[in-house]
């Protein structure tokens, strides 16, 4: 299912669907039972009642002529644990299917998306000078940092949203961001589109001026033991139910179980079979390797899962 940006309903997805999907901090549990529901009663998408940022990235899809958005929230029955469960565990298809995935790295959902057309989000302007006639104009912090400083980058499920994302449009304070495979480009900056592409890495004329691209991630499934960083960084995030860890992962283990080298998990302890390790070379014995994680510092014991997965700890 998707969000219909023009006439507001929450339809099935068409074939061969052109759609934005968003990523961002949902907020309280209690306001997403309550925005979820009336949203799947009434049919029609209820912009009088949800969170600013939902309303913001209804206009920014239009602004990017595109027709559909997919929101989790919404797009999801989650009184459907059925369809739950099928849903969380393609996230990898969604997020890399999706035309574009509009990031909100604002501080909480009220925030809405700073910059965007049509948005009542205030956002921080852009410090500028006249000096006998020549305008000088900051560049703003880099979007790296902007996005590091924010609640999207320290919540578990937006983790998978952003690595899976083949393009990304980030909404910062400051600035929106732009970033996909072959380049990133940040909107304070006026520069030929070429001179951002990461073929002209070497061209140190230009790059020494351009900021880093916001994520810094390259796409999950390439090398096998490549899961073993992800779930590291992952590790770090926040969830308001622990119990969520293994979920919000799926997206990643699956682009891992279908990709080039295929890596399995129990209960997110991955099974790495590895041809240049001798006693890697079975199912039992890249399970075992999968078990030799440690904490770097001690952990808080999360209930709900076995304590012999890292996904059974906080921290």
Request: with cysteine; proline share 6%.
């Amino acid at each position: 299912k998707v969000i219909d940006c023009k006439t507001r309903a929450i339809v099935k997805a068409p074939p061969n669907c052109k759609y934005a999907a968003l990523s961002y901090v949902w907020g309280t549990p209690e306001a997403g039972t309550v925005d979820q529901s009336i949203g799947n009663a009434q049919g029609i998408f209820a912009t009088d009642v949800c969170p600013a940022v939902i309303r913001d990235s209804l206009l920014a899809t239009l602004s990017l002529d595109l027709q559909y958005l997919w929101v989790d929230r919404y797009c999801i029955d989650q009184a459907d644990a059925k369809e739950k469960h099928d849903q969380i565990s393609q996230m990898d298809l969604i997020y890399a299917i999706a035309y574009v995935t509009i990031i909100a790295a604002t501080r909480n959902p009220d925030d809405g998306l700073p910059g965007a057309a049509g948005s009542n989000s205030n956002r921080k302007q852009q410090p500028r000078v006249n000096i006998r006639g020549q305008i000088i104009a900051s560049t703003l912090p880099n979007p790296q940092m902007s996005l590091e400083e924010s609640r999207w980058v320290t919540r578990g499920w937006t983790y998978q949203e952003g690595i899976l994302s083949k393009r990304r449009l980030i909404f910062t304070d400051n600035q929106v961001a732009f970033e996909c495979g072959g380049m990133h480009y940040a909107e304070s900056l006026i520069l030929p589109l070429d001179a951002m592409h990461h073929k002209r890495e070497n061209n140190k004329v230009f790059r020494k001026h351009i900021p880093d691209g916001a994520l810094i991630l390259k796409s999950p499934g390439k090398d096998a033991f490549d899961i073993m960083s992800y779930i590291r960084e992952f590790s770090k995030r926040e969830l308001s139910f622990p119990g969520d860890r293994i979920n919000a992962m799926k997206g990643v283990f699956h682009a891992f179980e279908t990709g080039p080298q295929p890596v399995y998990q129990i209960m997110g302890i991955p099974i790495l079979e590895l041809s240049n390790l001798m006693w890697s070379k079975t199912p039992t014995g890249g399970f075992l390797l999968g078990l030799t994680w440690s904490h770097v510092a001690p952990g808080i014991r999360t209930a709900l899962l076995p304590s012999w997965t890292w996904a059974g700890w906080s921290g």
